[in-house]
């Protein structure tokens, strides 16, 4: 047979227990004296819509704003920094006895506050910062010519992925040439042949650079890569140090890109990107 429960059964909850479960569901205000309120008390469920109504100048408005919105909004502020708080200055505390259950809140005139760089919605929560470096660490960048994403890794990462090349794979590391606005493509080739390298990736093909300099015009402005190394990877002797100084030496030539070619597959990294 199974046992009865009596319906009488007491409730153990501490009176303490109880009053902080009555508390933690509204917001509570004790002895309101802003504007037209006269020591006024009241009490809102949270986490509901709540309607104030009344006569005009009944203080509906001094409650909302002069007394809910103002205390809180000033609590949130305390947490803000001290460089945000300078520039927003210090929120008097409104004229009342006690206000509990109420949590921080904002509200920004959509207008400019100030004249410094940190007078934005995003700058003065400080939110922008927080959403720069999740942007930074998460984001993927691309590359706004070709559209391939970029990876960001120094040069000891790339030779660490290299190293798990198949044996007997040919690598070629190529460096990106940047061409100036002013410069001709024979006086870009030019350049490359006076630093000592022989090979470029010219028109998307590999090629000697007098022969660049055969088909190049000064009217048509296409990429140009220079060939830093080119061997066929030897899973027994790998050389990490042959091809930590050549992904270097590539990344100098281009201010921080690099190109490297593993067998048929293409992939470009740049060490800094913004």
């Known amino acids: 047979?199974?046992?009865?429960?009596?319906?009488?059964?007491?409730?153990?909850?501490?009176?303490?227990?109880?009053s902080r479960n009555k508390t933690d569901n509204v917001i509570a205000i004790s002895g309101a004296?802003?504007?037209?309120?006269?020591?006024?008390?009241?009490?809102?469920?949270?986490?509901?819509m709540?309607?104030?109504?009344?006569?005009?100048?009944?203080g509906k408005s001094s409650l909302a704003f002069d007394v809910i919105y103002a205390e809180s909004n000033r609590r949130y502020m305390e947490s803000l920094s001290t460089h945000a708080r300078m520039i927003t200055g210090s929120l008097n505390r409104p004229d009342v006895d006690k206000i509990s259950g109420l949590s921080p809140a904002i509200a920004i005139d959509q207008r400019s506050i100030g004249r410094?760089?940190?007078s934005t919605v995003g700058t003065m929560t400080e939110i922008y910062d927080y959403l720069r470096i999740l942007f930074a660490t998460v984001g993927v960048p691309h590359c706004p010519e070709t559209g391939r994403p970029l990876y960001r890794k120094s040069a000891r990462d790339i030779?660490?992925?290299?190293?798990?090349?198949?044996?007997?794979?040919?690598?070629?590391?190529?460096?990106?040439?940047?061409?100036?606005a002013?410069?001709?493509?024979?006086d870009?080739?030019?350049?490359?042949?006076?630093?000592?390298?022989?090979?470029?990736?010219?028109?998307?093909?590999?090629?000697p650079v007098a022969k660049a300099q055969m088909i190049a015009s000064d009217d048509v402005r296409v990429a140009v890569?220079?060939?830093v190394d080119h061997f066929t990877f030897d899973a027994n002797d790998p050389d990490s140090e042959r091809m930590a100084d050549s992904v270097e030496t590539a990344m100098k030539l281009s201010g921080g890109s690099v190109v490297i070619v593993v067998g048929v597959e293409e992939s470009r990294y740049t060490k800094d990107y913004y």
């Open 1 to 18: 047979m199974p046992k009865k429960t009596s319906s009488s059964q007491k409730d153990h909850s501490s009176p303490t227990e109880v």
């Open 33 to 48: 004296r802003v504007h037209n309120l006269k020591n006024i008390s009241a009490s809102i469920p949270r986490d509901t």
């Open 50 to 58: 709540s309607v104030i109504t009344g006569l005009s100048g009944s």
């Open 116 to 118: 410094s760089s940190r």
């Open 159 to 180: 030779v660490d992925s290299l190293s798990q090349t198949p044996d007997d794979t040919d690598i070629t590391i190529l460096s990106p040439v940047a061409i100036g």
């Open 182 to 186: 002013e410069q001709s493509m024979q």
């Open 188 to 207: 870009v080739l030019k350049h490359i042949v006076s630093d000592g390298y022989a090979r470029v990736r010219f028109h998307g093909k590999m090629m």
């Open 225 to 227: 890569e220079v060939v």
